[in-house]
């Protein structure tokens, strides 16, 4: 069983929609959460983090997070094409310290 | 400000070569990592540093080794090198206050051993 897993997608969704990410976790003691976008050929880029049941926005931006059922999504809202990448999902396992642990990533393609 | 530099951005090796892939950051964190990326698998943990002299192995060490002599740089070293280190690697760096934080990654190089 992966420790983080993600659907690899890709997931399309046109000009304007919400897109929505979803992600599990194996390790129930897990604190801290992370949603990264990759574009092709470039470097993770931070763009939330969440620590605490609920939800938590930022900009078009929303990170979902439930620890009870293991799992964190992120929404986008008003999707661009701007937003086609590769989101990557991390979480640090308890005791982990600072280690993260990634998902393989769900591609999202936004047609205009 | 510069953030997480590596260099280089690419490379071809010969299987049995050696080489070391540069990382350095100017943000004064203490955390750094080094992970490799193959296509669909998500990030993979190789070495991570929690301060100068302080290095630890993640989860594929096996044919790497790091040094950490100074807060800002954190080499990784690839000894007699394998196709299966054909692969993007990231250096990424973190601060180290209480709680967990976030990355920064460099741009990555990219290594092919043919």
């Known amino acids: 069983q992966k420790e983080v897993e993600q659907n690899s997608g890709p997931l399309s969704v046109p000009e304007g929609a919400i897109a929505s990410l979803n992600c599990t976790y194996s390790d129930r003691g897990s604190q801290s959460f992370f949603w990264y976008r990759q574009y092709s050929g470039k470097s993770p880029e931070l763009i939330m983090s969440i620590y605490s049941n609920g939800d938590k926005e930022d900009g078009r931006f929303t990170a979902q997070l439930n620890k009870a059922s293991q799992y964190v999504s992120l929404l986008i809202r008003d999707s661009q094409p701007s937003d086609s990448a590769t989101y990557l999902c991390?979480?640090?396992?308890?005791?982990?310290?600072?280690?993260?642990?990634f998902g393989g990533g769900t591609r999202v393609l936004v047609k205009p | 400000n510069a953030g997480v530099t590596q260099t280089p951005k690419f490379r071809i090796l010969k299987i049995g070569q050696s080489m070391t892939l540069q990382c350095t950051q100017d943000m004064n964190h203490n955390y750094m990592y080094w992970y490799r990326q193959d296509p669909g698998m998500g990030l993979k943990l190789i070495y991570y540093?929690?301060?100068?002299?302080?290095?630890d192995k993640g989860e594929v060490p096996n044919g790497y080794n790091v040094s950490r002599s100074t807060t800002e740089d954190f080499p990784l070293r690839l000894e007699l090198a394998a196709p299966s280190q054909t692969s993007v690697y990231f250096c990424a760096s973190s601060y180290s206050g209480s709680g967990v934080y976030g990355y920064t990654f460099g741009s990555g190089t990219r290594l092919t051993v043919v």
């Open positions: 991390a979480v640090s396992p308890e005791a982990a310290g600072n280690k993260l642990t």
């Open positions: 540093s929690v301060g100068a002299g302080i290095t």
